[in-house]
């Protein structure tokens, strides 16, 4: 593990760097606060810190103060190690952000046990740091195909279309229906039907464009969302797409499982709204349906 020291006093510097390589620390090692700062801001920067109170250019507890500030998502363990011994100066030290504070002259066992207080800290916030993201990914994503789930995907569509209004962009949803897909359960099975979902998941994300969008609104409707400003029309997308999915082979245990979609679109205007869009949407797509399936109707 990296740790930061920010000490001006030359011996000082060296005996703390000497500690820390015996313990198996690796110490990056920094003159006044400026330059401690500077390698603060680097992504890969060490996430235990050794500061100094009295330093030049920077204070130990202004650095303190701009990492509480400026490093709200993962925020260092900081250790200020200083010679300022009265209770105001500890106080000071610690209200402005430093994780604790360390008389010196220090006992060097002590010095190393807090190190390690520094490091359990640091491992218990990766590791909630880690849950928190894989149970934010599970929120927003369909377990299934891993697309975006309902919630997600509505949420992106409310999103897009303010940000379609601001801008005065254009902004167009499809909704999109596999055709007869309870024959294919009936047929084939479950599990084909999953394969079969997951597949087309796959068949439209290969599709779309970095700025589109693509969730799973139910069972077997998905919702595209297109902010597309290049050279294609919505209507060339949502062809596209179509027939890409009747074109895509999926194989199921008997041989290759035909598979259509029916797609509903709809326009944003700036009068729209996620329900009105939805609406639309659900009504092109019903009759797309009635008008054969296997098609884009508007
Ligand atoms: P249509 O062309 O009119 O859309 O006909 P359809 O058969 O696709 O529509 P219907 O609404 O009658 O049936 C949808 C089926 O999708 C019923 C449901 O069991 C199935 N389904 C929904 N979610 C899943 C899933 O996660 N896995 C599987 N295998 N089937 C699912
Ligand atoms: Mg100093
Ligand atoms: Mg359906
Ligand atoms: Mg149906
Ligand atoms: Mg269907």
Redesign the pocket.
Known sequence: MKVLIAEDDSTSRRILTAILKKCGYDPVVTEDGQAAWDILKQADAPKLLLLDWNMPKMEGPEICRLLRQERTSDPPYVILLTSRDEKGDIVLGLDAGANDYIVKPYDPKELQARIRVGGRMIELQASLAKAYAELSHQATHDP?TGVLNRRAVLMRLSEELERAKREKGRLSIGMC???????I?DTHG?LV??NV?TAFTRCIEGQLRPYDSFGRYG??EFLVISTASGKESDGQLYERLCKRVAANRISGPSGPVPVTV?IGVAEATEQSCVDGLLRAADAALYRA?AEG?NRVAY
């Open positions: 299934l229906d596999l055709d007869h897909f309870k024959k359960n479950h039907g999953d979902l069972g077997e029916s349906k399936r």
